[in-house]
């Protein structure tokens, strides 16, 4: 019994520790579990938090490259960078993470899916870089990058959905094991306690083993308690970052919405913007005067802008749709040309394409265009649009031919230089002038060619133009192809933007030797017009030694005897010889044959450039010479002579003497023969005043004679008149009609004989009557004169303008016959006009007033003008206007009294204007 009890006692004793094993195993199992189960939690919050980066990242790049295509901005590419770094690591992370096969399986379909969205990305970014907006836009709109992403958010959330049932189920498993491990360890406990308490009785019989047992027991359940405490504290931990993950997740949630609000509010502005940039392309296209085209090479259509119809002439329905509307319009020779350059650029991946060619236009002319195009490809590089503009130039083609020719044909030099000092562009004329090609003168830089003396001045007058301003008549000497050297006037207008001269020169090398002769020929001018006899030579001489370069010479004249007469005050050779005279007198017996008798006899220079052997004794040695004698109408007046140049003398130094010989010899002729001529003119000055008193008087005795004539002529003309007018009285009804047209006749021509008496008599006392001169109102006589003159004439139309005339001095009643006689002319000769115009100026100008009376009459032929101021003189007959041809005869009197002049210019029906002087001041 007692082997039994104990028996059960051990046996009990072993069932209740097996029992509190089994609860420790359990609890063991239960806790492992529990740890399982919150590595688990943390390993679905990693991976969820994962794919939410992973996520984000994806839209990161897809914000990116929109925004960078809807502002173009760099900046948008920042971020876009940063996530296709970010989103690799992000995929490899979550990869690693997941070992179910199931999700396994969606990581693999995800990877293909990223990489497609990161290559489109890619795609659209530099599909926006290098063809523009509208074309991106189009890829943005084809919404082909949202499809990816809306896959990649569906894998994602499949993802991240079973990943949460993983978890749950997991959670769900890890609940049942604990409620089955409470159950067990709630029975097994109790179990253990009632087989406990059995053997308790049995215990006290052995409390050795009641004593191991309760101390194994104390320490298994202080084992126990301490790992339940430890799995507890744990499944805390564990709970604690579930909490917090599902926190993190939820504020992640939240701000992807807010990303996703942020974002369409963006879509939303970047749309409107571009619905403005295309309002403005529409605004744009139609308020430029170039024609602009858009060509869509998907569908092969032409788009043109209004001023398609506007330049070119086209109506909108006479425009094809497609590309025709285009090439069928290319001038013929122009056509395959532009067509292939233009396939050319689209298949070598060009950015843009131009050319210039000719369009027709509607009236079938064909204008000179430039044609320039942009060429939008898609993310593959292919071509899919052209959008362009037109510009017409044909008034710009014009202008450049025209500007060519006249460049090409131009007498004067043209070119285009640099401030380089380079030429960059020269006319044909340059060619001609310096005898260099085009291709000689670009080669170096123009100083080259410029005359040493002159470059100083050239290159400040480059380094004026290089800060725009304007070179007006600057002079320098260039040198020729054959060493000659030739001066030019330059006038440069400078860009100085551009750093270009637009130059035009003129060869002035003929007026600047001219210069320099008129120069020498002035100054030896004022020489013999200043200088008494024996200076004259001398200085003559001292300009002809500065021109010839030569130290020594002589000037000396031919006398009425023919000798060589040498003045003393020209003689700069004199001093080294032993002549003591102070004027030399060679007579033509003691000339000899030296060189300046040889000259004077030959009449042609004779020079040497070798010691002369036939100089005077004591002569200063001459080395080199040249005798030139100078010569006056065939014969020898005189003769130069220089001496010692320090060089040769050449025919160059022969032409220059012999031109200063020719100019001074009219005016030494002059000097040599002025005493004779002086006399001369006493002597015809005589004459000429005795004649004078002769003309005097017989114009006097011819004007005393022409007034009794016509005093004593008025009587029996008004006798005559006045017998015919009886006669027709008396005895009219006695004669036949031919009768009294004789007695007509001869009573209308004693009258016309009677106003050409009173015409004389006017005409002689005019120049008999003293001259009253006083200041007069020049514009109340005109206008007073041509009152009278128009209440004559009523009935006709006339238009009168007077301008603003200066007084006069001069006789106030002679002046008025100079207006009336004037005016009525006008008037009179202005019959034939529907509206007469009559004009009176008057301009003060270089000590005389000068004042026009003029008309648009009949006029008349300026070659018989000598005639007009003649008495009795008429360019027209009498049946036409009439007048006995006194009173212009008896203005010219008048003007000449007042020591005034008066001429005439007409044209042929088209008018006369009269026009006299009179001298400013004259009292």
């Given at each position: ?106 990581c ?21 870089r ?13 919404a ?49 306690f009632?087989?406990l ?6 215990v ?21 308690e ?53 309002e ?33 002439g ?13 090439t ?7 056509a ?124 400040a007058?480059v ?71 024996n ?44 002549i ?25 220079a ?25 010569l ?88 005559i ?7 027709l ?12 047209r ?5 009573r ?57 005339l ?37 301009t ?17 032929d300026?070659?018989?003008?000598n ?57």
């Amino acid at each position: 019994m007692k082997s039994k009890s104990k028996f059960l006692l051990i046996a009990g004793f072993i069932l209740s520790l097996a029992l509190l094993g089994s609860v420790a195993l359990l609890n063991w199992q239960f806790i492992h579990r529990m740890e399982e189960t919150a590595k688990s939690v943390a390993h679905t919050e990693k991976v969820n938090f994962g794919l939410s980066k992973l996520l984000s990242g994806l839209q990161d790049i897809e914000t990116g490259a929109r925004g960078f295509v809807i502002t173009g901005d760099p900046k948008f590419l920042e971020p876009f960078e940063a996530s296709l770094s970010r989103v690799d690591d992000l995929f490899r992370t979550v990869r690693t993470l997941i070992s179910d096969p199931h999700q396994r399986a969606s990581c693999d379909a995800l990877e293909p899916l990223i990489a497609q969205r990161i290559a489109a990305a890619r795609a659209l970014v530099e599909l926006r870089r290098k063809s523009g907006f509208e074309v991106a836009q189009q890829d943005v709109v084809g919404a082909k990058g949202k499809v990816v992403m809306d896959q990649i958010r569906a894998v994602i959330t499949r993802m991240e959905t079973e990943e949460q049932s993983l978890l749950d189920q997991c959670t769900a498993a890890a609940k049942r094991a604990s409620q089955v491990a409470i159950q067990i360890a709630v029975v097994g406990t109790g179990l253990s306690f009632v087989l406990l308490v059995v053997v308790f009785g049995f215990v006290t019989q052995e409390n050795w083993l009641r004593d191991q047992a309760e101390q194994a027991l104390r320490k298994t359940n202080e084992q126990l308690e301490q790992r339940v405490r430890e799995r507890t504290a744990k499944l805390e931990e564990a709970n604690t970052c579930l909490q917090s993950a599902i926190r993190t997740r939820k504020e992640a949630e939240s701000g992807i919405r807010k990303l996703n609000a942020e974002l369409e509010q963006r879509v939303k502005e970047r749309t409107a913007e571009v619905q403005a940039s295309q309002e403005r392309f529409q605004i744009m296209a139609r308020a430029t005067n170039d024609v602009v085209w858009d060509w869509n090479l998907l569908t092969n259509n032409v788009w043109w802008n209004e001023a398609f119809q506007t330049v070119f002439g086209y109506r909108v329905w006479d425009i094809e749709p497609g590309l025709e509307s285009w090439t069928s319009r290319i001038h013929p020779d122009d056509a395959e040309r532009v067509v292939t350059g233009i396939h050319h650029a689209i298949d070598t991946g060009a950015e843009r394409w131009f050319d210039d060619y000719r369009f027709r236009r509607a009236d079938g002319s064909f204008a000179f265009i430039f044609d320039r195009g942009e060429i939008i490809r898609d993310g593959q590089g292919k071509a899919v649009r052209m959008v362009g503009a037109i510009m017409d130039m044909t008034e710009r083609r014009k202008a450049e031919n025209e500007r060519d020719r006249f460049f090409t044909l131009s007498t004067d030099m043209l070119c285009i230089a640099g401030t380089d000092a380079h030429f960059k562009r020269v006319n044909p004329a340059f060619n001609i002038t310096l005898g260099y090609t085009t291709e000689e003168l670009l080669a170096q830089p123009f100083l080259n060619f410029v005359h040493p003396d002159d470059r100083a001045a050239t290159v400040a007058e480059v380094e004026k133009l290089s800060h725009g301003i304007v070179t007006i008549r600057f002079e320098n000497r260039y040198r020729c192809r054959n060493g000659a050297w030739k001066w030019l006037s330059w006038n440069v207008q400078p860009l100085s933007d551009e750093g270009l001269l637009y130059c035009t020169a003129r060869d002035v090398t003929g007026r600047k030797r001219a210069e320099e002769v008129r120069a020498l020929q002035t100054r030896i001018a004022n020489i013999f017009l200043t200088m008494p006899d024996n200076e004259m030579f001398n200085e003559v001489l001292k300009v002809i030694l500065d021109v010839m370069r030569s130290p020594f010479g002589v000037f000396g004249f031919i006398d009425e005897d023919g000798s060589l007469v040498v003045p003393t005050m020209t003689r700069q050779i004199w001093d080294k010889c032993q002549i003591p005279e102070k004027t030399i007198r060679f007579p033509r017996p003691t000339w000899g044959d030296s060189s300046w008798p040889q000259a004077i006899r030959e009449k042609k220079a004779n020079y040497s450039n070798e010691n002369s052997t036939k100089a005077p004794l004591g002569h200063v040695i001459v080395t080199r010479h040249i005798s030139l004698p100078i010569l006056f109408q065939g014969e020898v007046i005189g003769l130069f002579q220089v001496a010692n140049k320090e060089t040769d003398y050449t025919e160059d130094d022969i032409r220059t003497l012999e031109t200063i010989a020719g100019y001074i010899a009219p005016i030494l002729s002059a000097r040599l023969r002025r005493e004779r001529a002086e006399e001369s003119v006493r002597k015809l000055n005589s004459d000429l005043l005795h004649h004078a008193d002769q003309l005097q008087q017989t114009n006097k005795e011819l004007e005393s004679f022409s007034y009794s004539v016509a005093h004593d002529l008025r009587t029996p003309m008004r006798a005559i008149n006045g017998f015919g007018a009886n006669l027709l009285k008396g005895y009219g009804d006695r004669l036949d009609d031919e009768g009294r047209r004789i007695v007509g006749v001869m009573r209308s021509e004693a009258e016309r004989m009677g106003e050409l008496i009173d015409g004389l008599l006017e005409f002689s006392r005019m120049g008999r009557t003293l001259v009253q001169t006083t200041e007069v109102d020049m514009n109340a006589l005109a206008q007073s004169v041509y009152n009278e003159c128009a209440a004559l004439a009523a009935d006709r139309k006339l238009q009168f303008k007077l301008h603003p005339l200066p007084p006069a001095q001069g006789d106030p009643d002679m002046l008025r016959h100079v207006w009336t006689h004037l005016i009525s002319n006008a008037v009179k000769y202005t019959r034939t006009k529907p509206v007469a115009e009559i004009e009176i100026t008057g301009t003060a100008k270089d000590g005389e007033i000068v004042y026009c009376v003029k008309d648009n009459g009949v006029g008349f032929d300026m070659r018989y003008a000598n005639k007009l101021f003649g008495v009795f003189q008429r360019l027209h007959s009498e049946d036409e206007f009439e007048g006995v041809g006194i009173g212009l005869a008896l203005v010219k009197r008048i003007i000449h009294r007042h020591e005034g002049r008066i001429w005439v210019e007409s044209t042929l029906n088209a008018g006369t204007a009269f026009y006299f002087a009179l001298p400013l001041g004259k009292e």
